[in-house]
Structures are given as structure tokens and as C-alpha cells.
């Protein structure tokens, strides 16, 4: 069963919240900082099959499972991690069970925030990377070309959630962490391919078509209000050239 959409953000509030990333300054030592570790779930069978998911509720193949053992053991062994505060995860199973992996390793708190879920992807859902990149190749071009901002408001359809609507969702639930946390804590966001590459867009700048992220990826956000710094990228890749994404 689809799950119900986040609401919708308006024009008007994209104008009034957004801030371009190069009118962000680092965190400094009289600003409280939460790290956030941005996490992609683990390999599912529709990955496996280069499938895109979206909002399809998918699984975690036993290959993502064991992504996520070995993933869990490597964020451990992160030192501002030793002492997690929370685990908040997407809704979809895929994220849940990548974070209930995470949980039990870190031994924290799973929390679920629907804030991280996957956006609906359209008519690409169940459709393979190959198919949809040469059958909509005239898109891809057309959206590579557009400067940064045009391409955050655009949506690969009508109807659909832009980047930009993507970020700030996850930027308010990241807002919404830093409030509940003392200086200096670590929590995790277990999320998916769009949102981190959303965020990683929006927040600090990057070309949002030639990022590439692999299953269980994940970033440091060290967030703080109006001031954020892009920390250690585990198989992430940003490009300046346009991917198979």
C-alpha cells in the first residue's frame, strides 16, 4: 500500500526558507552543532534488478542485509558515534530494517520520521536506470543544463516533489534533532538515494545530477542553524558532470 505524501511545500515558502549554500558559514565553537550521519538503506532486490523505487515499499535483499552488518560495524567505529542518541529512519522497509541494523550494533533507538521517505518518483518507479535514461534522455539533457536553483524547484513531472521540497523536509527534521540534542551529539538518518542527494544539492552546493551514491552510503552533516559543513562522504561521489544516478 502507498503511503500517504508528505504536504506539499509551497513556492512562497521555498522563497522565504531557502538559503544558498554559499551564504552558509562553518559552524563555529559558539554554535551548537548536532552531527547527523545521512545514510543510504541497503541493497534490495529492485537494486539489484536497476530498478527505481521511489515510494515502492521494497525490501531489503540478503545482500543488503549483509551491507548493513558490515556498515553498522564501520559507523561504530566512528568516534562521534561511540555514544549515538538516535537512529530516526524513513518509513519505508527498506530504511527501517537498514536502521533496525543499525539500532541493535549502536545500541540505540530506532525512531521512525516519515519526513526521510523517498520521494514518489512517477512513471520511473519500476522502470530500470537503462530504460529510463534512454527513453527520457531528452529530460536528463534538459535538466543537466539548467542552472542550480531552476533545477532544485524542478521536478522530473508534474506533480511531483522537487529536490528543493525534498531537502527542506529532511532539513526540518534535522532542525527538529538539533533541538532535542546537546552540543556536539551524534544521531543517524537512515533515508534514501534522493534525499541524500537533495541535501547534498540544496545544503552544500553539489551538482545535483552527478552525484552517485552506492546502498549504505552515508555522509556527516555537522548542522547547525543557518551554518552547516559537509564532513566525511563514505561511497558517495560528486561529480560535476552528469550520471546514471
Known amino acids: 500500500m502507498k503511503r500517504p505524501a508528505t504536504a506539499p511545500i509551497t513556492e512562497q515558502q521555498l522563497n522565504r526558507r531557502y538559503v544558498a549554500p554559499e551564504k552558509c558559514s562553518a559552524p563555529d565553537s559558539s554554535t551548537s552543532v548536532l552531527n547527523i550521519y545521512m545514510c543510504r538503506h541497503g541493497t534490495t532486490h529492485w537494486n539489484l534488478a536497476k530498478k527505481w523505487q521511489g515510494e515502492q515499499d521494497t525490501e531489503l535483499a540478503p545482500e543488503g542485509i549483509a551491507q548493513a552488518e558490515e556498515t553498522a560495524k564501520l559507523l561504530a567505529s566512528e568516534p562521534l558515534l561511540k555514544h ?3 537512529i530516526f529512519t524513513s518509513d519505508l522497509k527498506r530504511a527501517r530494517h537498514t536502521a533496525e541494523i543499525y539500532g541493535k ?51 522530473y513531472f508534474d ?6 521540497a525534498t531537502s527542506l523536509r529532511a532539513e526540518e527534521a534535522a532542525t527538529e534533532a538539533s533541538l532535542k540534542f546537546s ?14 542527494e ?9 551538482f545535483y545530477e552527478g552525484i552517485h551514491t552506492t546502498p549504505c552510503a552515508f555522509f556527516h552533516w555537522k548542522h547547525s542553524t543557518n551554518a552547516h ?17
Open 84 to 86: 549515538c542518541k538516535c
Open 105 to 155: 550494533q549502536l545500541g540505540c533507538d530506532v525512531v521512525v520520521e516519515p519526513r526521510l521517505r523517498e520521494p514518489s518518483l512517477g512513471k520511473f518507479e519500476g522502470m530500470t536506470k537503462s530504460e529510463i535514461y534512454s527513453q527520457f534522455s531528452d529530460l536528463f539533457d534538459r535538466l543537466a543544463k539548467m542552472d542550480r536553483d531552476a533545477r532544485l524547484l524542478a521536478p
Open 159 to 164: 506533480g511531483l516533489e522537487s529536490p528543493m
Open 183 to 196: 552540543q556536539g551529539d551524534a544521531v543517524l538518518f537512515v533515508t534514501h538515494s534522493k534525499v541524500l
Open 198 to 206: 537533495a541535501v547534498l544539492a540544496k545544503v552544500f552546493g553539489k
Open 229 to 245: 559543513e559537509l564532513g566525511k562522504l563514505q561511497n558517495i561521489v560528486c561529480n560535476e558532470h552528469q550520471v546514471e544516478q
